[in-house]
């Protein structure tokens, strides 16, 4: 009987720390994650400020006086595009990452 209980503590203990194990991780990759995204949303923010530079600084001056909509919807169509890019760019990279984990 007492060696059915130790043997129950072991079992019980084992599971205790797999599941700290697991937490620890889930903690560990949503500090990865929080982290990715405020970095991500810098480098957006420093995106914005080099494209609307170029638009103001290349575009615009070719443009007739008063046409601020139109170098708004140039720059949106710049953001948008370069948004689908890289989104198109990052979701290749987890499929191949999932293929190469799965096999």
């Known amino acids: 009987m007492a060696t059915l209980n130790v043997t129950k503590q072991k079992s019980v203990t084992e599971n205790l720390k797999k ?15 929080l982290a990715t995204s405020g970095f991500g949303l810098v480098a957006a923010l420093a995106w914005n400020n080099v494209i609307q530079e170029v ?4 575009i615009k001056p070719y443009l007739p006086k008063g046409s601020s909509l139109f170098s708004l919807f140039i720059y949106a169509t710049l953001i948008t595009t370069l948004a689908v ?14 293929n190469i984990v799965s096999n």
């Open 85 to 98: 890019v890289v989104t198109y760019n990052l979701a290749r990279v987890v499929k191949k990452l999932e």
């Open 55 to 58: 638009v103001n600084n290349y």
């Open 19 to 33: 599941e700290q194990a697991q937490i620890t991780l889930a903690v560990f990759k949503q500090m990865v994650a």
